[in-house]
């Protein structure tokens, strides 16, 4: 998609020329790449793809790349978090809308919580990030999810969106979206576009699943999931409002609130639990770019999180026979970035963007995070911490070289301790890619990383453990991107991508479920290493000038085991919840009238604890699904649905171990949109 101001003079008379309006330009060009040339590892979902595969959060999204195990405990309310190539969540950050979405208590993201309704693209990134334009932040983490709102101009100053979405297991989704565009009648490329919206959730889960009590010969039972319901709430106000080209503020405001049952796990005899969780989730944030010239670019960010937490458990084998904790956490967090470009390509052709030979740049960020709670005798942490980058990038007509160098200064700070403790640490990256030919490029990285400990790991009385270490990370990578031309007079183009990468991992923080969702159970692993490689493909067949298949596939291997002490039992065993192999498969036929989506993904044998032994196994499984959409238009309207058919063989494996998942299922999406 672009957008280009075009300003042409035509014939009028010998005297007089006419300024012509701007247009906007939408589709796919001719020669645009399947897969982005990258020295990263980057998959991207884009709109269109996500709205085919059977999506309804941001999680299910995530599934379909490559690398990524989602962790989900069981139907829509379950928490959902993501590792990426053995990496545990916490070394995932969340970009929404280049701001990272925080969690000092517990450093997971609950993917579930984020809707696709107002998402324009999704972007993983593994490694170092291209960008020289970034906050320090986006450099602190493994791997990088980057989610989009604000993708291109609409097409008319006005629009408005409604769906509602029904499906099994007494769910219920409606949603809203106002979107207003407006033009500045002096300044053509001055405009405002904001966008407000609105959406509920609530479902049951009561689904079926079959309980084995003990070997293949043992009894079973059918029973119900209990206490996994869920009710929801969120709005978000996007404002964008650019005062001339190269000069952007972005203001964004986000409230959610939930209240949700915490299933237990399917422990024999005693399966109904009476936890329940009530989270209010509200931030702020803004950011504001300027071009300054060819030369030098500046970013500031700022935002401002507060997330309160209500955990009850009415069972508790305490005193009082009840547990009711809440939590507080604050964040305040600002960023300042800047970039300089000492050395640019001369000559370029009319028209043509400006590319610079070399990229400098250096961010700065400061956060600070405290954790309230109403425990007698929690220790009331609070962290400060900054960030500060500095990141390199030079690129020519074949080869392209990034490099950062983060240095993170630490301080922790609890009510009962006199002197806070305080880390150093410096992190260096970079990554280099040759393009060997037009379609092909070969590229490395090499990336290390420095993770604290959350305030759940090292303070909370059911879980913390004082002793945890930080977890220090280092990453390789050797990756192949090789993408065929037009075949077959041009209905052929297929890309594929292959990467091969080492990870170690001192001092790696493992969490663990308890008896529920809330408590955990955390320790440090001394040592581990994880060997792994990735084969992503994409390939596009257009048979018909409105016809054409889409086919998307991943396949993952991973070995991820112990090696901190010979003689540990657990030595030389893959770590836990890790398979060796996993995968996905989708394919979208999209006809005139129809667009049909069938994908299945897959995911191999796993261990729930660090004993590779047969009592430890969590077996593999297959979930099969099938979507169908269909769009008309009505006086330039849109009018569409969206009928889901999910597990379609009807398994309730699991992903973690004694939290089934729902079996077959569906989900039927009606939706508007005026313009």
């Known amino acids: 998609m672009a957008l280009f101001p075009v300003f042409v003079k035509a014939q009028q008379d010998t005297t007089q020329s006419m300024q012509l309006n701007e247009v906007l330009i939408q589709g796919y060009g001719e020669n645009e790449s399947l897969v982005p040339f990258s020295t990263a590892a980057v998959q991207t979902l884009s709109t269109k793809e996500i709205q085919h595969l059977p999506t309804l959060q941001l999680s299910d999204a995530l599934k379909f790349m490559s690398g990524v195990v989602v962790k989900d405990y069981g139907g829509i309310g379950g928490l959902k978090t993501v590792s990426v190539r053995g990496l545990g969540s916490q ?31 999704i972007e993983l990134t593994v490694g170092t990030d291209e960008h020289v334009l970034l906050p320090a932040r986006a450099h602190s983490y493994s791997n990088l999810i980057k989610i989009s709102t604000f993708h291109t101009l609409p097409l008319k100053p006005v629009q408005l969106k409604a769906s509602y979405t029904i499906g099994s297991y ?108 009530g989270n209010r989730n509200g931030f702020g944030q803004m950011s504001y770019r300027k071009l300054f010239n060819s030369r030098w670019s500046y970013l500031l960010n700022a935002k401002f999180n507060y997330d309160y937490t209500h955990y009850l458990d009415p069972d508790y084998l305490n005193e009082t026979h009840c547990l009711d904790n809440t939590y507080e ?99 260096p990256a970079l990554s280099i890619s040759w393009r060997a030919h037009k379609h092909i490029q070969l590229r490395a990285f090499y990336k290390d990383i420095f993770r604290m400990p959350t305030f759940n790991d090292l303070y909370y009385r059911e879980v913390g453990n004082l002793r945890l270490k930080p977890e220090k990370t280092q990453q390789w990578d050797l990756g192949l991107i090789i993408e065929t031309p037009k075949l077959w007079r041009g209905t052929f183009n297929m890309a594929v991508t292959l990467d091969g990468y080492y990870n170690i991992v001192r001092d790696k923080i493992v969490a663990f479920p308890t008896h529920n969702l809330f408590s955990w159970s955390m320790l440090n692993y001394g040592l581990v290493h994880i060997a792994g490689a990735e084969l992503n493909l994409k390939a596009i067949y257009t048979f018909h000038r409105d016809c054409h298949l889409i086919v998307n596939g991943n396949c993952t291997f991973q070995h991820a085991v112990d090696r901190t002490s010979v003689d540990s039992p ?68 849109t009018l569409g649905f969206k009928f889901e058919l999910l597990n379609l063989s009807d398994r309730n494996y699991e992903i973690v171990r004694n939290y089934p998942m729902q079996g077959s299922g569906f989900r039927l999406k009606i939706y508007y949109q005026f313009q």
């Open 91 to 121: 070394h995932t950050g969340v970009l929404y809308d280049g701001i990272p979405l925080t969690d000092c208590q517990t450093g997971q993201i609950d993917l579930g919580k984020l809707s696709l309704e107002n998402v324009s693209a």
């Open 170 to 277: 007494g769910l219920y989704n409606p949603m809203v979206q106002f979107t207003h565009l407006v033009k500045s009648k002096k300044q053509s490329q001055r405009y405002l576009l904001w966008s407000l919206n609105a959406q509920f959730l609530q479902s049951e889960g009561n689904y079926p699943y079959l309980l084995h009590y003990g070997g293949a010969t043992d009894s079973v039972s059918h029973e119900i999931r209990q206490n996994t319901d869920i009710s929801t709430f969120s709005t978000e106000l996007n404002a964008l409002y650019q005062v001339r080209q190269g000069e952007q503020l972005s203001v964004k405001g986000y409230f959610y609130t939930s209240d949700r049952g915490l299933p237990k796990a399917t422990t024999y005899y005693h399966l109904h639990g009476h936890q329940r969780l």
């Open 329 to 427: 956490q604050y964040e305040g967090y600002l960023s300042n970035a800047v970039s300089f470009a000492p050395l640019h390509q001369k000559g370029e052709e009319p028209g043509r963007v400006l590319r610079h030979d070399l990229l400098l740049g250096l961010a700065n960020d400061l956060f600070y995070d405290q954790l309230e709670s109403d425990n007698i005798d929690y220790e009331h942490p609070a962290r400060f911490t900054s960030l500060t980058a500095l990141t390199a990038r030079y690129d020519s007509r074949r080869v392209t070289i990034n490099g950062n160098l983060l240095f993170t200064a630490v301080r922790n700070m609890a009510q009962d301790t006199a002197v806070g403790t305080a880390y150093l640490h410096l992190s």
């Open 570 to 637: 657990t030595y030389g065993h893959q770590i836990p919840y890790t398979p060796l192999w996993s995968g996905s498969v989708s394919a979208t036929l999209h006809l005139p009238f129809v667009s049909v989506t069938y994908a299945v993904m897959l995911c191999g044998d796993r261990y729930a604890l660090g004993e590779n032994i047969p009592a430890n196994l969590v077996a593999g499984y297959a979930d099969h699904s099938l979507s169908i959409q269909h769009e008309t238009l009505i006086k330039g309207h």
